[in-house]
């Protein structure tokens, strides 16, 4: 057992994709997990990854957009779990479409789950961390946020997710919290999956297109992101902060 067994971690959309590979990893690294989705029959499968391995994990719902909610899925998590000292802000929806064509509803939508979501989340959580003399925080930009074409909330919202940050690395890093942020290139998804229907091409082929440009020669699975925010939110990581990780296989330009 590691030193972080004591720790409780919440990563929000964690029913499938990165973040049901984040909760995983960082479960088999020690820490009791909070399985945190909009649907919380969604997150069993997750949850029982972690318990039939012999981690602790509990499915908490909550549309991380609503206040109330987001206070009160905290709540739970410290009554089940323990006080949560690392917070995964990975929930995220897509709404794409060009900018003619962006309704105020795929903008919003897009706004409230990513830049509202991370901002009640660790509203709601900094006080345990700051309590407990740590904490790490992780938010999920992507490498979105420099600019996609059909993608104009998206990117702006990853690129604000990379803004929110930093400023929480400078505000909170004298009460031994740390926040970072990685941004995934192509990752195979759920999301990435949406996109290729999105733009008429079968997913198999678009992934093997996203290859072609990738310095790898590979596209991205979950867990090369859950690898990098299990070194973020690490015990040892506590001199690190206000960092942007891009994980894309290379470099982006």
Known sequence: MSTTDQRVAIVTGAARGIGAATAVRLAAEGRAV??????EAACKETVEKI???????????????????VESAVARVVDELGPPTVLVNNAGVLRDNLLFKMSDSDWDTVMNVHLRGAFLMSRACQKHMVDAGFGRI????????LGNRGQ???????????????TLAKELGKFGITANSVAPGFIVTDMTAATAERVGMGFEEFQAAAASQIPVQRVGRPEDIANAIAFFSGEHAGFVSGQVLYVAGGPLN
């Open 34 to 39: 909070a399985v945190l989705d909009l649907d």
């Open 51 to 69: 318990t039939s391995a012999g981690g602790k994990a509990v499915a908490v719902g909550c549309d991380v957009s609503d206040s109330a909610q």
């Open 138 to 145: 992780v938010n999920l930009s992507s490498s979105s946020a």
């Open 152 to 166: 104009v909330n998206y990117a702006a919202a990853k690129a604000g997710m990379q803004g929110f940050t930093k």
